[in-house]
């Protein structure tokens, strides 16, 4: 007897802050590769007409949508997200993540920036300005392509 065939993997966006450059690279990716992309947010999402693509609108809430990614992430899934310590939870569940920018969130780096991110959140609790991410260039747009690309030659 043959086992049966493994879930296929699947990508999960945290959509509330994903940049609409990004999502458009994941609706061409979900298509030609007929890969599933489900954006989750906590506020209603236009997406296109795709049986690959679909949204997930969840309740509001500090990490309802993180909590809902990782309530249905499985090893070998992808998920795209700002969020470092979505990543983290994710990663301890056998999926990946990158950011929008292209960036890989490792087991290796990942403790290390969720040391920053904290350091970061004290410096602005105590009054700190720390000042935002900086804009979103082409090249990030670049950089998330290739690193999806990446991702997906190797699921094949």
Do not use: Y
């Not at 802050?17 to 989750?40: H, S, Y």
């Not at 920053?116 to 260039?137: C, K, N, S, W, Y």
């Amino acid at each position: 007897m043959t086992p049966p065939a493994a879930d296929p993997a699947r990508i999960w966006v945290d959509a509330d802050a994903c940049p609409g450059p990004v999502k458009e690279i994941l609706f061409r990716a979900a298509d030609r590769a007929q890969i599933a992309v489900t954006l989750v947010a906590n506020q209603w999402l236009r997406t296109p007409s795709s049986r690959h693509v679909r949204a997930l609108q969840v309740e509001g809430g500090p990490d309802a949508a993180d909590d809902a990614i990782v309530a249905r992430v499985t090893a070998g899934d992808l998920v795209v997200t700002q969020d470092i310590p979505l990543a983290a939870r994710v990663l301890a569940l056998g999926a990946q993540a990158i950011d929008p920018r292209g960036q890989p969130f490792t087991s290796d780096s990942i403790a290390e920036r969720l040391s920053i991110r904290d350091f970061m959140d004290e410096l602005r609790g105590a009054g700190v300005q720390t000042g935002g991410p900086t804009a979103f260039h082409a090249r990030d747009r670049q950089a998330f392509a290739g690193q999806l690309d990446r991702w997906l030659a190797r699921r094949r």
